[in-house]
């Protein structure tokens, strides 16, 4: 697969972005929703991972590994939502800057918007201060996964371009 | 005139051209100045004379080869003068100076060059060029496995400290055509030889331009400490802790980087070669993994990850359990202290890493006759007594074994240093801040080394940014048949190593 003709055509571009946004989402979901859990399991943070299948979740499962093992695969799913939205608007940053602060940016929104829509968790005032360290360099971390490897693979290419 | 005035001043004196004269005496009163002959007890200048001819031979005492030197001069004894003359130096250089490497120079400087790197030089009365015969034999010590690097089954050479023997080694493993090795010095004063390698069709042309370049631009008296002064011109970042460009000593694993696309640079007078570029997972291969089957090779590897990240982990993680108890899970409840002792447990640690690096210290320096006796003490430093005594508890010494295997099963030695120093930072970012200053900590580091470009390549990479392809090619070491492309990261020009 000659990268150079690839480029050539915009419909493969856009093709690229999709694969590349699959596997990317793939593997923060698989990596960080694993270290969400470890994180939970070792007693960091008061967040399970379970709170992203919570509103679709039979609330007696909420608090048993069973609970937080789906939340992990939803939590794959998010991942994948935010790799194909960085994906189609955010790759023309480079450098790992722009990643971080989407990560932080997902961090507000799920804390922020999305806690107290759907009373996934303790607001964040409550959480105190190492559930709210661990999620936030979590997030951190998802976000510059996410957006670093997307922002460095599309703009080599652009690079080669010019 | 301040003496930085009087320093440029000579170096143009250094860099001025001077042509061989036609007289034999002025080229000998310029050059005996130059080198220094009769100051310097090594330089010799032999004056004899051949078939009616004057003639003055340079070389220096420790790099001239006797034999070769004894062959040439005796049978010029034998040449009478209607041999030589007229066209002394053609017929020289054509029928009788057996020797397979000679070559002639013009100029006073490039024999001076010659002469200093350790050829014969023969200057001629009433010729205008001189004869620069190759007789060098370097003192040095023929291949061995290197130290760090060993494996249990395969090619037991090693490289060298002559970059001739280095280049050579290499090439016997790629007999390509494509392989280039470019090669030029570096340093006013040393010279060092400094060759660059790669393969023409596959390597990046980008990243060679700019290794040359970075080369190039290197203007330093001397490279004594060669590779690792090369390193830190070429990558900057000289305050970066982690290693930025991977080394090795084995020429079947510069020979396979080499295939995947990577650049090599062979320092003179080092045997340990820099490839670039390199990553963070690029220390954490061995050699050995390649030499067995690819499912103990993985297994292998494995071993080895978790090692590496049990070194820096574990200390950490148990002491935040021991600033807060509460939080240790049901099921690891055991692991808590049981015994206090009257020092905190963060000084117990940090005294820990302190002893284990002085006797890896010692141990490096220790003459073996007094190993037996440096590993008696050190048991004792670390160990039972140390609890006796009640400057430990058990689990500190535990944890610091454990963290001090991880760190001596890295294969890049500068690896494990720059590890041990990350985890430095995090126990004592645990220490102050516990769980917040812990994931605070890592985090930070994280994000700084996935920041970091060595050579314009990611650090982590395929991690961050990630690549399934390479992260694959990181977590299994796949089997040759199966390695169809090169790894992305080097931006080959080739990406097929062999047909589908």
Redesign the interface.
């Known amino acids: 697969m000659s990268q150079q003709q690839e480029q050539n055509k915009p419909n493969d571009l856009k093709h690229r972005k999709i694969r590349m946004a699959i596997s990317v989402g793939l593997g923060a979901g698989v990596i960080w929703g694993i270290v969400g859990f470890l994180a939970y399991y070792l007693q960091f943070t008061d967040v399970g991972t379970s709170i992203y299948a919570k509103p679709v979740l039979n609330p007696e499962y909420v608090n048993t590994w069973k609970g937080h093992l789906i939340g992990v695969l939803f939590f794959v799913l998010f991942t994948l939502i935010a790799a194909f939205i960085y994906v189609f608007t955010l790759t023309r940053f480079k450098g790992p800057i722009a990643g971080i602060i989407y990560g932080v940016f997902l961090w507000a929104l799920l804390f922020f918007a999305m806690n107290p829509l759907f009373h996934l968790t303790n607001p964040v005032k409550e959480l105190g201060w190492n559930t709210n360290s661990v999620m936030i360099s979590l997030y951190v971390l998802i976000g510059l996964f996410i957006g670093y490897s997307l922002s460095a693979e599309f703009n080599n290419q652009d690079e080669g371009n010019q | 005139m301040s003496p930085t005035d009087e320093i440029d001043t000579m170096e143009e004196s250094l860099n001025e051209t001077i042509h061989i004269s036609r007289h034999l005496k002025e080229n000998k009163e310029v050059l005996d100045e130059k080198l220094g002959v009769g100051e310097s007890f090594d330089m010799v200048c032999r004056e004899m004379n051949f078939g009616g001819k004057e003639f003055a031979l340079y070389y220096v005492n420790g790099f001239a080869n006797s034999d070769i030197m004894t062959q040439i001069l005796k049978e010029l004894a034998d040449v009478e003068r209607e041999d030589l003359v007229p066209n002394v130096l053609k017929h020289l250089f054509e029928t009788y100076i057996s020797h397979i490497q000679v070559e002639k120079l013009k100029t006073i400087n490039e024999i001076n060059d010659s002469v200093l790197s350790g050829q014969l030089v023969m200057l001629i009365d009433k010729e205008e060029e001189a004869l620069v015969i190759d007789v060098r034999n370097y003192p040095g010590r023929s291949p061995q496995e290197p130290d760090t690097e060993r494996v249990v089954r395969g090619s037991r050479d090693g490289y060298v400290e002559t970059i001739l023997f280095n280049t050579a080694l290499t090439r016997r493993r790629i007999r390509d055509e494509r392989l280039r090795m470019e090669i030029q010095q570096v340093g006013e004063r040393s010279k060092t030889d400094v060759c660059v390698a790669y393969l023409k069709d596959v390597a990046d042309p980008g990243l060679v331009q700019l290794i040359k370049d970075k080369i190039q631009e290197i203007n330093i008296d001397g490279l004594p400490m060669a590779e690792k002064t090369l390193e830190e011109f070429i990558v900057g970042r000289s305050w970066h802790p982690f290693p930025l460009v991977r080394y090795t000593e084995r020429p079947d694993v510069a020979a396979s980087h080499l295939l995947e696309g990577h650049v090599l640079i062979f320092v003179d007078t080092s045997p340990s070669v820099i490839i670039t570029p390199s990553t963070y997972f690029h220390h954490l291969q061995h050699a050995e993994e390649y030499r067995h089957t690819p499912i103990i090779g993985t297994y292998l590897r494995w071993v080895r990850f978790i090692g590496v990240f049990t070194s820096i982990f574990i200390m950490p ?1 148990w002491l935040t359990y021991v600033l807060e108890p509460d ?3 049901d099921a690891i409840k055991f692991i808590g202290p049981r015994e206090t002792s009257k020092i905190p447990i963060i000084l117990q640690f940090l005294f820990a890493e302190l002893g284990l690096d002085l006797m890896r210290m010692a141990a490096i320096h220790t003459p073996s006759p007094l190993a037996t006796a440096m590993g008696l003490i050190a048991a004792v430093l670390i160990g039972d007594i140390a609890i006796t005594v009640g400057l430990f508890v058990p689990e500190v010494i535990f944890y610091a074994a454990i963290a001090v295997i991880g760190t001596y099963a890295t294969p890049s030695y500068e690896l494990s240093l720059a590890n041990k120093l990350a985890r430095t930072l995090i126990l004592l970012a645990t220490f102050i801040f ?3 200053g ?3 900590s ?2 930070f580091i ?2 700084i080394l ?2 970091t470009r060595s050579l314009g390549t ?1 650090y982590l990479w395929p991690f ?5 392809k390479g ?1 694959m090619g990181i977590i299994f070491r796949n089997p040759f048949p199966m390695m169809n492309v090169r790894p992305s990261i080097v931006h080959p020009q080739n ?1 097929n190593r062999q047909k589908k």
């Open positions: 993680l939080l240790l899970p516990k769980i917040p812990l994931v605070i890592i985090t994280l994000v996935a920041s990611p961050i940014p990630f690549n399934f992260m990406q």
